[in-house]
């Protein structure tokens, strides 16, 4: 559904009115879905990364803040991937492997990150995350074919620079909350430019009706490290829909979620600014506090208590995938909002108008496979399956009915279609339709990692813990270390939850 201007603007200024009115639903808007992008500070800087190259073929500019390597705290405890350590050209090619062996399937294909626009920034007085990492995220991209800007900004800390001051800022050389600061440097110009070029002057006093709290519990299936609500700034020149947009995704870091510091991140780091006058959307998805433990790729059993994006596997360990729950969530987030009439690639505001595919319905369900069908759509040139907010088909379906494969037993799922014109725009999103494979769900053990190697389910190797058959490092080999492992075939486990 869509609405004039003079609703839309109602809807804005009617969510702003506070906790007292329920978030409304993300909008839908006219996105030019060549034009998005991501950036984020600390964890928000290491989350952005990881949606860089698992959806490579969605984000094309991708900015990162004082942020690690991809799939870094997948092999490493997280402690080697921040505090100014130094990464090895050992750890970079594991890292790498992981990008190669997953290109084209758990991520896009890899060959996508030459094409995008990066930006990089650290300041030299980081000691939270610090050069060294950064220079391993520089190596990293340029070993991807990226050529990235990278920025090291003399006596800035951890934190997010801007050239204004703002109610709460923190001297630039001190890491500490809201961790945004005055540092005489406008990060968010130098990302936004860098994605999308020159940019028109700034407005330093965004209206507030532009800012939209919404419901992200529609996305977040349940996540424990995501708030129930979002924020978005959506310009008065995008919000009827008329002019086609950019959008970017503005990650905050730790202990800078909406309930640690309220709007500072939304508000005082400039973003809104430059959008305002330059028809950029932008997407502030939430966090929340997160304190019980869990189970991690190499970091062993760990609270989330700072509200951190999930860079080292607290929600599983596909964090890094396009699999990943705070991934999925973040990515179907996107393509809710480049879901409006008009969006399309190229910028011109044409886009399809085919309408949802009717009839959605799922049969012939097997221990890894469903058939998924619907009516045919006048016009339509094939058609995308999507499970959750990931493209199922590798190339366009010409039928009407998709085998979707490599499913887990026992597992309910959800698809929605979208029929595709002759110039290749996806026309509006169907009803989602839901199917559970046959057979018998993944078995799961939780217990310390000392007894997982008593079990037989790991191994142990130089004070570490290894998982048998996909030799995931668990963490320490202790009594105290807690890891949950799934078994998903004979003798072979890997770190996780069973649905």
């Known amino acids: 559904m869509s609405f004039g201007p003079k609703k839309t603007l109602w809807l804005l200024a009617a969510a702003l009115t506070g906790a007292a009115n329920a978030a409304v639903t993300l909008p839908a808007l006219n996105i030019d879905t060549s034009s998005i992008s991501v950036s984020g500070l600390s964890s928000g800087g290491f989350m952005a990364n990881q949606l860089g190259y698992a959806h490579s073929a969605t984000f094309k500019g991708v900015g990162v803040f004082a942020g690690g390597p991809y799939m870094c705290a997948g092999h490493s405890n997280y402690t080697a991937c921040m505090y100014n350590a130094s990464i090895s050209a050992s750890q970079l090619s594991t890292m790498q492997g992981d ?45 991807n074919g990226a050529t990235p800007q990278y920025v090291k900004r003399a006596g800035t800390a951890h934190v997010f620079p801007t050239d204004f001051d703002a109610t709460g800022n923190n001297s630039c050389s ?7 600061s005055n540092c005489g440097y406008d990060g968010a110009k130098a990302a936004l430019t860098q994605f999308y070029g020159t940019l028109n002057a700034r407005n330093d006093a965004p209206a507030a009706a532009n800012y939209i709290e919404f419901d992200q519990t529609a996305y977040s299936a349940g996540n424990p490290g995501m708030a129930a609500t979002g924020w978005i700034y959506v310009p008065a020149a995008c919000s009827g829909g008329a002019s086609q ?31 305002d006058t330059n028809k950029i959307v932008v997407l502030f998805p939430q966090t929340k506090v997160d304190n019980t433990s869990h189970s991690t790729a190499a970091s062993g059993s760990l609270a989330n208590p700072n509200a951190c994006w999930d860079w080292i596997g607290w929600y599983g360990a596909d964090f890094a995938r396009k699999s990943g729950v705070q991934i999925t ?4 987030m996107v393509d809710r909002v480049a879901s409006g009439t008009g969006s399309g690639g190229g910028g011109g505001g044409g886009g399809t108008t085919l309408p949802a595919p009717t009839g959605v319905a799922t049969s012939g369900a097997t221990t890894s496979s469903m058939v ?53 725009a996806e026309g509006t999103t169907s009803a989602p339709a839901t199917g559970t494979t046959s057979g018998t769900a993944a078995t799961c053990y939780t217990s310390s990692n000392y007894a997982h190697t008593t079990a037989g389910r790991a191994t142990q190797s130089g004070g570490y813990t290894y ?13 105290f270390t807690t890891t949950t492992l799934k078994q998903t075939g004979p003798a072979y486990y890997v770190i996780g939850t069973c649905p």
């Not at 001190?174 to 945004?180: D, G, V």
């Not at 999507?386 to 009915?401: E, F, G, I, P």
């Open 99 to 143: 990008i190669n062996n997953w290109s084209g399937s758990s991520i896009d294909a890899k060959a996508n990150v030459a094409a995008q626009k990066v930006y990089l920034f650290v300041g030299s007085s980081d000691t939270t995350v610090g050069p060294n990492p950064m220079d391993a995220v520089n190596t990293q991209y340029g070993n």
């Open 174 to 180: 001190t890491a500490a909350s809201p961790y945004i």
């Open 245 to 275: 947009c950019k959008l970017h995704v503005a990650l905050h870091g730790c202990q800078q979620s909406y309930g640690n510091i309220g709007d500072k991140f939304i508000k005082n780091t400039g973003y809104t600014r430059w959008a």
């Open 329 to 332: 969530a973040l990515k179907a």
């Open 372 to 424: 998924v069908s619907w009516a045919a759509v006048t016009g339509a040139s094939g058609y995308n399956v999507y499970r959750a907010s990931t493209k199922a088909n590798a190339s366009l379906v010409t039928a009407t009915n998709f085998t979707d494969t490599g499913l887990a037993a026992a597992t309910t799922y959800s698809w929605t279609v979208r029929a595709v014109d002759s110039a290749g």
């Open 467 to 479: 998982a048998k058959g996909s030799n995931q490092n668990m963490g320490l080999w202790n009594t």
